[in-house]
Structure formats: C-alpha cells, structure tokens
C-alpha cells in the first residue's frame, strides 16, 4: 500500500508560497506538537530560505509535555525560535508578537535611527492541513476571519488581516503538504487525524497506534479501555497487537454474529478516542 502523494500539489504550493514570501516579512511556520517532524514538509527549509521564522508547535494541549520540551530544545540547537500554542484556547499565542518583534528587531531599529515610523509586521502562516491554520488566525484576529482559499495566482486580491497595529497576517494560509516517502510519517499523521485514516487503511493505522501505545503509553491505555491483558512483551509480534486489538473491541461492545469481534469498528472506535484526547496527552514521535 502506497500513499498517493502528487508532485503537482508540491510545485503549485511552493510556487504559489514564493510569490506569497515576497509580500511579507516573516513566516509563522505551524507543526503539530505531537509530530513535529511528520507533519512538516521536507523541503520547507529550502523553501522559506533564509526569510525571519517563527516555529509554532500547535496542538500542544494534546502533546506530551515532556516531549514537547525535548522537541523545543530540539528546535532551538538547530537554530529557530520555537514555542508551544494551543491555538484553540489561545494559550501561548502571547508570544506570537512579542517573537516576532524580536525576529524583525534588527530591521524595526534601522527604520528608527532613519527616522522612519516602523510599519506593521507582515506574517505568512504556513503549514499542512489540519494543522490549525485557520484556528491560529481567527484567534490572532478575534473573529473569524473569511480566509482566501487554497487557489493559484494567489498575489492577486490578497487582502492582509491587521491583527494589530503591530502586526498584520496575509489571507491565504499557505498549505504546504507534508511527504510520505517513509510510511510511518504516514501512519503518524493518520493516527492523529492530520489526514484522515482511511487514506491508508484503518486497520494498519490502528495497529501503528496500538503498537505505540502499548510501548510508550501503555498505564493510560490499559486505564482507558479496562484492558486486562499485559504489556506486550514483543512489539513486533503482531500476534499480541491483535489480541490487544481485539480486547478494545470486546470492550466497546465492537461484536459480530458468533460473537467475535468486529475488527474494523474497534479501530474507529479507538482512533477517535485518540484523536479526541481521551487517553490523555501523548506525543507520537521525539527527537532522539
Ligand atoms: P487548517 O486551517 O490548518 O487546515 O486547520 P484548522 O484551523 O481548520 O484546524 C483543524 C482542526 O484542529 C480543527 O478541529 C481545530 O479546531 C483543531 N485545532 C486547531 N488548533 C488546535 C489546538 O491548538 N488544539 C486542539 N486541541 N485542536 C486544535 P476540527 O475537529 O476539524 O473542527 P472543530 O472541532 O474546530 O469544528
């Protein structure tokens, strides 16, 4: 199984988001904070080349904490300035103007000394869907703001949005997919809902989730589906995923004629409890 993943998507958005770097000043480039790596694309460093940059690790109320920092040390020894949001509540987003204006701090002084009145900051935001996007720029705006759409020859009618006098946000997010070369970037990104888990198949995505489940964050697991079972003592051993599997089934009621399991309910059902936050925060990658 091979997920389709088109070389024309990634020529239009890298051009369409070089047309959009010459309007602004700085990037705000959003990850998820529970994959940060996964749901990046490859080839935004190359991309953004050398344009001022502010890594937003969003979502981080549903991260690791603790990975979530290891991720932020990460970040910083590669030479960025990184934070954690949760652009759902607002949460860290203080930080948004303050970086920002450290980031530009360098030019904003040299408009100064000419005597210049320093204009607002323009921002791109960037990331790949689902990332919450729309979510950051309607908290940063406080209202819901009518964002352009994903559409070619984007530079012309963009409108900026003034978030403050500080700082203004062009309307059209730009979308940068993220890469599957390695299947696991795949499944990362389906277990947590960044593309949806049928694009792969419901099943293999459940079955990656269990078996990092099982590994990383078995005690909350076990807790949250009364699993009687015992940690797996092999994780490649497909035999006892399944049977952990099975056990979330029987315990969600997921049962067929002959009483077995039905296998394919279970996983949504999992996965859906996952992506909601249920088994508590977990982190689906870390930086070593
Ligand atoms: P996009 O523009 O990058 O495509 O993403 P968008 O803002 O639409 O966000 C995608 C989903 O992620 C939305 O949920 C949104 O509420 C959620 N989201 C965004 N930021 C955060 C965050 O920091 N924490 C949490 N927990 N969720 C976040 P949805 O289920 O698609 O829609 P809805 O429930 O908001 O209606």
Known sequence: MTIQWFPG???????????????????????DARLPLSSRNPMIDEILGDKPRLIILNKADLADAEV??????????????????DASTGTGMKEIPTQ???????KIDKQISKGMNPRAIRALIVG????????????????AVALTGDRPG????????????????????????????????????????????????????????????????WTPFKERFDLQCDQPSDFENP??????????????GCIISGGRVDLEKACGTLLRELRAGKLGRFSMEAPY
Request: proline share 3%; glycine share 6%.
């Open 9 to 31: 998507h990634m020529t239009r958005a890298r051009r369409q988001i070089q047309e959009q770097l010459k309007l602004i000043d700085a990037v705000i480039e959003l990850v």
């Open 68 to 85: 979530t920092r290891e991720w932020l040390a990460y970040f910083k020894r590669e030479g960025h300035v990184a934070f954690p949001v």
């Open 100 to 106: 920002l204006k450290l980031l530009m701090k360098a």
């Open 128 to 143: 790949i869907p689902n990332v919450g996007k729309s979510t950051l720029i309607n908290k940063l705006a406080g209202r």
């Open 154 to 217: 984007v530079t012309k009618g963009q409108q900026w949005i003034k978030v403050s006098k500080e700082m203004e946000l062009l309307d059209t997010p730009g979308i940068l997919w993220p890469k599957f070369e390695d299947m696991n970037v795949g499944y990362r990104l389906a277990v947590t809902g960044a593309i949806k888990a049928e694009t792969l198949n419901t099943e293999d995505v459940a079955f990656f989730g269990i078996k990092y489940l099982a590994k990383y964050y």
């Open 239 to 252: 035999d006892e995923i399944i049977a952990i599997m099975e056990e979330v089934g029987r315990r969600r």
